[in-house]
């Protein structure tokens, strides 16, 4: 049988590592970069309309399949930054059933299917 060596070694026997504070700041900062300089692309007539009100800058470019317009939406740091403090801190799914699947909140992690 064949033993197993670096990456496919770290593959058989998984592990969850959890960013540290700084790499946590690194990618929230690159994030509204992104959010704010390229935007994200939409084309929910409701959607947009509420976030060009909320103040996001919303932007007509010829769709890539030439079928007509698609729109690219660019939102501001402080736009995001309101959305994240007014997320709720948990978050409870359900099943088809009413039953509670999970709890989202603080640092729980779920892995696998989910149904019923």
Known sequence: MASLRGSEK?????????????????????????????????????????????????????????SGFARRVQLPSYLVEEAIRSAPERVTIYNRHGDVSMILEDRASYFGFFWG
């Open 10 to 66: 770290d593959l058989a026997n998984p592990h969850l590592r959890f960013p540290n504070e700084d790499q946590c700041r690194k990618v929230h900062e690159t994030t509204l970069d992104l959010l704010e300089k390229t935007g994200v692309w939409m084309d929910e007539p409701e959607c947009l309309e509420m976030l060009r009100a909320a103040g996001a800058r919303v932007l007509d470019a010829p769709s890539k399949d030439g």
